[in-house]
């Protein structure tokens, strides 16, 4: 082999080099890219399980809301009375609503204030929303003023009630029954004609026996009763103590899993002191709270 010969030799190897090594260059570029994409989408998709669990926790509670409504439900408290006519009152609830993040979702816990208005009437019972809410209250507010009257002794049956539900946002929650309890309790105030105090909130359900039933979202709830200077929150029992979820990375050689695993914790840890959260189990005990940190 002369040296020409040899010179475009070694001329082909080194160019199919250069070409081989730009095509593997490539060939590792475009797999490391399917890789971030392939984290990310594990990534979405844990994040996507996270929320559905949270939503299926929250749904199951509004159906054993439902389903004890169902149970519980004989019929209205009915006489013939005067109607009554009493001055509104304004009560802070707890919520919570979605703030959507990508493909998916994260919950927000949020304050409500809650009006109720009493007039001479026929036993109508109304609830207004502003901004308009994607939830119904209107069961929850019906077992309110059932309760109520039951409580109280007093027969609401000649009067119209009006329930005002303010938030500062939209709510698209998935347990609107929540407010229930706080409805209660913001109506008996007017009965009996006693001031609520104002550093008090209240979340749960509320049952035509008078029990204060499950909810979703209360450590969201918690964190923004605190964060509103809230300084007591009832809580149905049972809900002093929630499972939340945290993350964590693991590495399976080149792949970077985020993790989320649940772990419970104890809302009064969790406030460090800036507020305290009670478990109630009905609402005349809720009540006392209400009058209790007035004294």
Do not use: W
């Amino acid at each position: 082999m002369n040296l020409k010969t040899l010179t475009l030799t070694v001329s082909i190897l080194l160019l199919f080099s250069i070409a081989l090594n730009i095509y593997l260059y490539y060939v590792s570029t475009q797999l490391q890219s399917n890789l971030e994409n392939a984290e990310e989408l594990i990534r979405s998709l844990n994040e996507k399980v996270l929320n559905l669990t949270s939503s299926i926790e929250q749904l199951k509670a509004e159906r054993d809301y439902y389903k004890n409504l169902s149970m519980y439900y004989i019929g209205g408290f009915s006489s013939n009375t005067t109607g009554l006519h009493l001055s509104s009152r304004r009560l802070t609830a707890l919520a919570v609503r979605m703030i959507p993040e990508g493909f998916s979702y994260r919950l927000e816990g949020i304050t409500m204030n809650i009006t109720c208005e009493v007039t001479p009437g026929e036993g109508r019972i109304l609830v207004n929303t502003q901004p308009r809410m994607g939830v119904d209250f209107q069961s929850a507010a019906r077992t309110a003023v059932e309760v109520a009257s039951k409580i109280s002794g007093v027969d609401l049956s000649g009067s119209d009630i009006i329930f005002s539900i303010e938030a500062p946002a939209e709510v698209y929650s998935v347990d609107g029954p929540s407010a229930g309890a706080a409805m209660t309790v913001l109506l008996l105030s007017m009965i009996y004609g006693e001031e609520l105090n104002s550093s008090v909130a209240i979340t749960g359900t509320v049952m035509p026996d008078g029990s204060v039933g499950p909810v979703g979202g209360v450590y969201e709830k918690t964190l923004a009763a605190a964060n509103k200077g809230i300084k007591l929150i009832l809580v149905p029992p049972g809900e002093s103590k929630v499972i939340i979820y945290k993350t964590r990375e693991r590495k399976f050689g080149p792949f970077t899993i985020i993790e989320r695993y649940p772990v419970q914790v104890d809302l009064n840890n969790v406030l460090e002191g800036k507020a305290k959260v009670i478990e109630v189990s009905s609402v005349s005990e809720a009540y006392e709270y209400f009058k209790l940190q007035q004294k």
